[in-house]
C-alpha cells in the first residue's frame, strides 16, 4: 500500500467535473478520483478546516464516531472497477476492529475530519496514477538506461 495525501481539487476541462487528486508522499504520482460538486465541496470545507451551522452528514459521522470512541485507523482505497473506486473506512475500539465499505470521497472528507492517513493498494496506483513529477521520473529513466549501457555479461557472474 502507498499512502497519500490529497494534493487538492482539480476540475475536468471538458466536462468540468470536479477531481479530487490524491498525491504519493514523494510527490512522484497523482490519483485523479472524479467526485461530483457536492463531494467536492465536503472535502474542500474539510481541508479548510470549516465547519456548517447545522451538522451535514460527515460532522454527523464524526460524532458518531467520537461520541462511541471509535478510532478511524485509516482509509483504504483498495480497488478500482468499471471507472468506479472501491475504498474501506478502517476502524478500532480498544482491541476490536471493523473495515467499513465506503466511497472514496465519502472516506476522504472522514480522514480529513479525524486526522486519519489515506492509504492506496498498489494495483490501483499503478493502473490509475498519472505522473506528477515528470523532471523526476524523467531523470530516473536516464539513471537506467545508464545503468544498463554500463552492463555487461561480466557482471552477472557474481550473480
Not at 498525491?23 to 467536492?40: F, K, V
Request: no cysteine; hydrophobic share 45%; charged share 25%.
Amino acid at each position: 500500500m502507498i499512502e497519500m495525501t490529497i494534493d487538492g481539487i482539480a476540475f475536468d476541462a471538458a466536462t468540468m467535473s470536479p477531481i479530487v487528486m490524491l498525491l504519493d508522499t514523494e510527490g512522484r504520482r497523482a490519483l485523479p478520483i472524479w467526485i461530483s460538486q457536492e463531494q467536492a465541496k465536503a472535502i474542500k470545507m474539510a481541508m479548510e478546516q470549516q465547519t456548517s451551522p447545522r451538522p451535514l452528514t460527515h460532522d454527523l459521522m464524526v460524532s458518531i464516531v467520537s461520541h462511541w470512541e471509535l478510532e478511524l485507523n485509516r482509509v483504504v482505497i483498495h480497488s478500482l472497477q468499471d471507472n468506479t473506486y472501491y475504498a474501506t473506512l478502517q476502524t478500532g475500539k480498544g482491541e476490536a476492529s471493523k473495515d467499513i465499505d465506503a466511497r472514496p470521497s465519502d472516506a476522504i472528507v472522514l480522514a480529513l475530519r479525524l486526522d486519519a492517513p489515506i492509504w492506496v493498494m498498489e494495483e490501483v496506483v499503478a493502473d490509475a496514477s498519472i505522473p506528477a513529477d515528470r523532471d523526476a521520473d524523467e531523470e530516473e529513466r536516464r539513471a537506467f538506461r545508464q545503468f544498463l549501457d554500463n552492463l555487461n555479461p561480466g557482471d552477472f557472474a557474481q550473480f
